[in-house]
C-alpha cells in the first residue's frame, strides 16, 4: 500500500497541473484496459468481427482529449476505440457495440469500426482510409461559418498519408484557413507493411506539412505530456483563427493491425524497444516523480478496473439488439421507405 | 409566371432557398465569380458572397467531404459536382460514408445536404463527361435520387431537395439546360417523391425521365396521330419512388414501356419492371419494354451519340412493334 506521508505534488512550476495529469493518467487507463478486455472477450467469442486496437498508442487520444473543450468535434478511423472513450463515452456502450449488444453506442448497428457518441463530440468512426479527413474539415468549415469557437479534430494512420483525401483535405483547410487539426498517429506501419517501404518521404505526415503551408510538428506519441502540450498549441491556434495544423504522434502498436494479425513481421528487438516506452508504465512513474501520492495514482486505476468490470457486465447482461431495428433509420423519418 | 429556362431555374432555386435559411451554404469548382462553367450558378456570389458561396480546389473528395462534415453539425450544405461523372473519384464520401451514416450509428447524424450534377448526354462531350449516372446513386441505401425535367421542377424540387432532412442526389440534365419553361411565381417548393402524370392514354404507359421525358412527350403524340394513345410520367424522383402512380398507370393501360438515358443493366426501369412485374403482372397485356442506352460508354460524334440515346423515333418506334 501506498503510504500517505509523501510530499503533495510539487506542482508549483508545473504548465500542466495536477487536474489535467490525473485525467491523463485515468484516460490512458481506461482505454488500456478497455482494449485489453476487448481483446480477452474477443477470446472468448463474445467480440465478433474484428477489433483494432490502439494499445501502446493511448498517449494520442489522452493527450488530445484532455486538452479539448467539450463542444469539440472528434473524427478517428476503425482504430477508434480510444478516441471514443477519450471523449467520455461509456464504456458499457463500448463494449456493449464490439459484442453487438443491445447497449451498445450504435445499438449493435455499426460496431467495431464505427463507434460514435454525438453527444461526447465523437462524430465517427470511419473505416474507409482517408475519407474522415475531409469530412473532419466540413465540420470544422461549418464551425467556421457558424462562429463558434469549436475545433475539429481528425486523427488517422500513416498509412492515411498516401491516399489522395488527405492531401485534398490538407489543401482545402489550409485554403479556408478552417479550425482543424489533423492528427498522424504514426505507429510505424500501414496495416502489416512498414511505413517507410511505402513512403516517399522519412516523416509521412510531418515531411509533406510544408506542401500544404503548414509547419512540421512531430511529437513523441508515447508521452502523455509531450501530446497535450502540443495539442494544446494547435487548439489555441485553430481558436484564434490561425487555421490548421499537422501532427505527427510517433507511437508503436503493441499488437498486429487487427484480430486477424498476429503482428509476426515486427523485429523482435523493435517490440522490445517500443514496449520498454509503454506509455501507460511511463506515465505512472511521471506521476510519482511528481509527487502524486502512489495510493492516488493506484486508486484511479483501481476505479478503473472495477469500471471495465461492471461495464462487461453490463454489456454481457444487454440482450441481443431488437430486430424491429433492422430496417430503420436508413432516413431522417427513421424507416427505411424508398418507396410508397 | 415567369419563363426561365432550367439552368436559371438551378439559380433561382438556390436563391430562394438561401434568403430564407442562412444555413444554406454552397460550395463547388467554378461555382462562385464565374458563375458556374454551365451558367447554373449566376449571381449568387455578387448577392450572397464567398462565406456562403465557395470556390473549391478541384477535389471533390475535399468538396464532398466537406459538405458531409457541414452537415452533421448543423449547416445544410449544396454541393456541385461538375459533370456527373465525377461521382467516381469521390463514391466513397458518397456511397460509404453519407449514405451508411445515419444507419451505421443508429440515427445519430443526420446529413440535409444536396449534391447537384450536370448528369447525362447529348452535349457531345464523350464518354467520360456525358454519362446519365442516376442508377448508381438510386441502388444505394440512405439516398434520395431527383432528376427533373423542366425549370418549373428544378426550382421546386431543388428547394425541396435543400429542406429536406436526407442526403440527396439532384441530377440536372446538361442538354436540358437551354430549355425554356414557365416557372410560378413567389416561393415554389414541390415534393420529392411524387410522379407527375404529363399525359393520359389507354393503350400504354410510357414511363420515363429527365431528358428522355421530353422525347417520351414527342414519341406519344406521333402515336397519337396513328391511333396509339398513351400515358406519359415524368417520375422526377427515383428515391422515393412514387410507385403508386407508376402502377396505377400500368393497370390502367396494361402496358409499361421505360425510357432510360442510362446504360442498359441495371438501369432504373429495371427495377420499375421488377416492381410492375410483381405487382401487376394479372393487369399486364403485354411485355414490359425497356427502351436504354445501349450498353457502351457513350460516343461524341453527332450521329454515334444520337444513335445511342433513345431517340423520339427510336421510343414511337418500339411502342408501335410491340403494341404490334
Redesign the interface.
Known sequence: MATEETAGPDLANDDIGEEARLALWRSQLEIRHVEQRAHDLFLQNLVKGTVHLSLGQEAVAAGFAVAMEDGD?T?CTYRGHAHTLARGAPMSGVLGELMGRECGL??G??GSM?L???EHGA??S?A?I??????????????Q??GTSQV?VCFFGDGTTNI??FH??L??AK??SLPVIFVCENNLYMEYTPIGDVTAVEHPAADRAPAYGMESIIVDGNDADAVYRVARTAYDRARSGGGPSLIEAKTYRQCGHSRADPGAYRPDEEVEEWLARDPVPAYRRRLLDFGFAESAVEGIEAEVLAAVDAATETARASPPPPPD?LE???????G????? | MAQLTCREAVAAAIAQEMRRDPSVVFLGEDIGAAGGVFKTTVGLFEEFGPDRVRDTPISEQAIIGAAMGAAMTGLRPIAELMFSDFFAVCWDLVANEIAKSRYMTNGQVSFPLVIRSANGGGARFGAQHSQAIENWAMMIPGLKVVAPSNPADIVGLLAASIRDPDPVVFFEQKSLYGTRGEVPDGEHVDALGTAKVLREGGDAAIVALAAMVPRAVAAAERLAAEGISCTVIDVRSLVPLDTRTILSAVSETGRLFTVEENPRLCGWGAEIASIAGEECFYDLDGPIVRITTPHIPLPSADNLEDLALPSVERIADTVRASMG
Not at chain 1, 474522415?132 to 464551425?143: E, R
Not at chain 1, 430503420?328 to 427513421?334: I, N, P
Open positions: 468535434y473524427f450504435l445499438a448497428k455499426g464505427h460514435t457518441s454525438v462524430m465517427g470511419y474507409i482517408g475519407a474522415h479527413l475531409p469530412i473532419a474539415m466540413g465540420a470544422a468549415w461549418s464551425a461559418y457558424r475539429s489522395g483525401a485534398e483535405a489543401n482545402m485554403v479556408w431495428i430503420t433509420e436508413v432516413y431522417a423519418d427513421g427505411a421507405a424508398w418507396r410508397n
